[in-house]
């Protein structure tokens, strides 16, 4: 009976210890790849894929917050950007511009940089409203693709970031134009020159340049300044010659007596290129989905040629001398050559009899003092006090109204 327990303990007892084994192998696989920091970041990411971005945003705090020295921490901040860009709408999108810009700042040097930077310029450009509304996003998407084309011009990204660009440039012309044509329409020229004039500067790309140009030409024509007019029918026949109003500017400079220019190789290669991605003005089917759309229609935007770099604030400094000459200014800053700004210089009219040095002579004199005549006193010598004071605002008040004309003969109307 002992011998037969005997031989029944053992198994029982070997069962126990196999078991045993094998419980500790199995914890211990389950446990081997336990890097926790590597665990919460490719969690997050499954998350963010799955739109659980709030699941996704708690695991990759606890990384940040926990492992502070992980090698996943660049790119945990970069996903936490991710997520919020993917979740969208005007906090999400904020809040995804705010992170990126964090990474920036902890680490301008990865290569996931340009990255970054190309995620906060698509940010603003998804909050981008149409061009008769606020334009802020829109400025500040112009911005951000700037930096990033003069930060890394040979990033595989500048490319799109250039599109991009153009599409928004077009957005900001737009709305510069309707303004432009709406103080057209209304004959308030001065006012409509203006815009016009910082769309031709600004924006050569925009689908409407030409337009533009052949609004100038005939505001200018209409107050007779011809000279002026002509160079803005010219420009149209030489930097636009493909333009649907290249005939009609012909017909207005054989009108003024002007030589028509030959068309610009380079604009015509890029008009040509142009064409053949199939790039067209808006038609009626395109305008009436674009009244129903809440976004910007960015379809008629240009598709080659380089957009502008250079910011509004860099714009030069435009002078005037004398003469009563026009004087040609370049534009905007990086602009491409050709782009001038028409300046009308407006002479020094005639003085007043009644200022220093123009006194009126009197009568049966030369108008000349002797060292022997008594020197005549000062006008305000003679008046009483009050009388200086209202005489000295009066002539403050004359002087700050010719200054005031005398910025508006920039524009002749």
């Excluded at 951000?144 to 012309?173: C, G, N, S």
Aim: proline share 8%; charged share 30%.
């Amino acid at each position: 009976m002992r011998k037969s327990l005997k031989y029944l303990v053992i198994p029982l007892v070997a069962c126990l210890l196999i078991a045993g084994c094998g419980g500790k192998k199995s914890k211990a696989k389950a446990g081997d790849p336990a890097e926790p920091d590597k665990v919460l970041f490719e969690s997050a990411l499954k998350d963010i894929d799955r739109g659980r971005h709030d699941v996704a945003r708690l695991s990759l705090q606890t990384l940040l917050n926990t492992y502070p020295d992980s090698e996943y921490v660049a790119k945990a901040k970069l996903a936490m950007g991710d997520s919020y860009y993917k979740q969208g709408g005007t906090s999400g999108l904020t809040q995804a511009v705010a992170e990126y810009k964090d990474f920036l700042t902890f680490f301008p040097f990865l290569e996931e940089a340009a990255y970054a930077q190309m995620q906060i310029g698509k940010a603003h450009f998804r909050r981008m409203e149409k061009p008769d509304r606020d334009r802020s996003a829109a400025r500040m998407a112009e911005e951000e693709f700037q930096i990033l084309l003069q930060k890394y011009p040979d990033h595989p990204m500048a490319l799109e970031a250039k599109q991009r660009l153009r599409e928004v440039q077009e957005v900001l012309a737009e709305g510069d134009f309707r303004i432009a044509r709406f103080y057209y329409i209304k004959g308030s020229m001065r006012a409509s020159a203006a815009r016009l004039q910082e769309i031709v500067n600004r924006y050569p790309l925009y689908s409407q340049a030409d337009t533009a140009l052949w609004l100038l030409g005939n505001a200018y024509e209409r107050a007779e300044k011809g000279d002026i007019a002509s160079q803005y029918y010219s420009k149209i026949v030489r930097e636009y010659p493909l333009s649907e109003l290249v005939p009609e500017a012909t017909e207005r400079l054989t009108g003024l007596g002007v030589p028509i220019p030959q068309p610009d190789p380079v604009a015509l290669a890029r008009m040509q290129k142009q064409k053949e991605l199939g790039q067209d003005r808006q038609g009626i089917i395109g305008k009436a989905k674009g009244m129903f759309s809440v976004r910007p229609n960015v379809a008629v935007a240009a598709k080659v040629g380089e957009p502008q770099m250079a910011p509004p604030s860099e714009t030069p400094t435009q002078t005037l001398s004398g003469g009563g000459s026009n004087t040609v200014v370049p534009g905007a800053g990086g602009n491409p050559p050709g782009n001038t700004t028409i300046i009308e210089v407006v002479p020094a009219g005639p003085s007043s009899g009644t200022e220093t040095g123009n006194a009126p002579k009197p009568e049966g004199t030369s108008g000349e003092v002797k060292p022997g005549d008594p020197q005549p006193k000062p006008e305000t010598e003679a008046l009483p006090a009050k009388k200086t004071e209202d005489k000295k605002k009066k002539d403050e008040k004359e002087s700050t109204s010719k200054k005031k004309k005398g910025l508006r003969k920039l524009i002749p109307w």
